[in-house]
């Protein structure tokens, strides 16, 4: 399994980005799909899950922000944020879970500047 998260970047409080999770060596449409984030000194942490059959939670910092998504068609996942925060800075990984194991990928980086 492979995981290869892109759209990471530097963006102004309250500015928009997507990040984007291709899946590759996976049965995707079985998989529980999720976007995890880890900021220097912290653990990491859940910011969105998305099952197979689409429901969505998501970590209580989120507050509406941000929105997952899937193309199962494509093996990709997506993560929308919007109004970022300076706490949102991370390195955001996509991480995927089935009957095949967990995986994760390399990451992308969000900076969020004040």
């Known amino acids: 399994v492979q995981l290869q998260a892109s759209g990471g970047g530097l963006v102004q409080a309250g500015g928009s980005l997507r990040l984007s999770c291709a899946a590759s060596g996976i049965i995707f449409s079985s998989a529980i799909m999720a976007w995890y984030r880890q900021a220097p000194g912290k653990q990491r942490e859940l910011v969105a899950r998305?099952?197979?059959?689409?429901?969505?939670n998501y970590a209580d910092f989120v507050e509406g922000r941000f929105a997952i998504s899937r193309d199962n068609a494509k093996k990709m996942v997506y993560l929308q944020m919007n109004s970022l925060k300076p706490e949102d800075t991370a390195l955001y990984s996509c991480?995927?879970?089935?009957?095949?194991?967990?995986?994760w990928g390399q990451g992308t980086q969000v900076t969020v500047s004040s």
């Open positions: 991480n995927s879970r089935n009957f095949q194991g967990s995986s």
């Open positions: 998305i099952s197979n059959g689409g429901t969505t």
